[in-house]
């Protein structure tokens, strides 16, 4: 995600004195809903997991989770590439990949 995003996606809340409102604990609840939402999206959709004819709606709903994740890392005073930087780190020790390739286990549940 540019800078530049994230500097408007800030500006956005700003120019409404939204600020006041955001708190970690209602952030991440609206992430949650939103990321529900998301799920909807793909709810009954029986073999078409990709859902092509709903792209508008995920793209919509995806751009809630992501927006609400950059309102998170401000109210938190985390930088969102930093923390994902780390968190691939933390990933490629769980799953290197030549004992990750094309397995979808979960690091704990694959053998030594």
Same mark, same amino acid.
């Given at each position: &995600?540019? #800078? =530049?995003?994230?500097?408007?996606?800030?500006?956005?809340?700003?120019?409404? /004195?939204?600020?006041?409102?955001? /708190?970690?604990?209602?952030? @991440?609840?609206?992430?949650?809903?939103?990321?529900? =939402?998301?799920? #909807?999206?793909?709810?009954?959709?029986? +073999?078409?997991? /990709?859902?092509?004819?709903?792209?508008?709606?995920?793209?919509?709903?995806?751009?809630?989770?992501?927006?609400?994740?950059?309102? &998170? @890392?401000?109210?938190?005073?985390?930088?969102?590439?930093?923390? %994902?930087?780390?968190?691939?780190?933390? /990933? +490629?020790?769980?799953?290197? %990949?030549?004992?990750?390739?094309?397995?979808?286990?979960?690091?704990? +549940?694959?053998?030594?």
């Amino acid at each position: &995600m540019t #800078e =530049e995003t994230i500097r408007n996606v800030l500006k956005f809340r700003d120019a409404r /004195n939204w600020k006041q409102f955001h /708190n970690p604990k209602d952030l @991440a609840i609206s992430i949650s809903l939103e990321a529900a =939402e998301l799920l #909807e999206v793909f709810q009954w959709s029986a +073999e078409d997991v /990709n859902c092509e004819e709903k792209q508008d709606k995920l793209r919509e709903e995806l751009a809630d989770v992501l927006i609400y994740c950059i309102l &998170m @890392a401000d109210i938190c005073g985390l930088e969102p590439d930093e923390i %994902v930087r780390e968190k691939l780190k933390r /990933n +490629e020790e769980k799953y290197p %990949v030549e004992k990750s390739y094309g397995s979808k286990e979960k690091y704990c +549940e694959r053998e030594k």
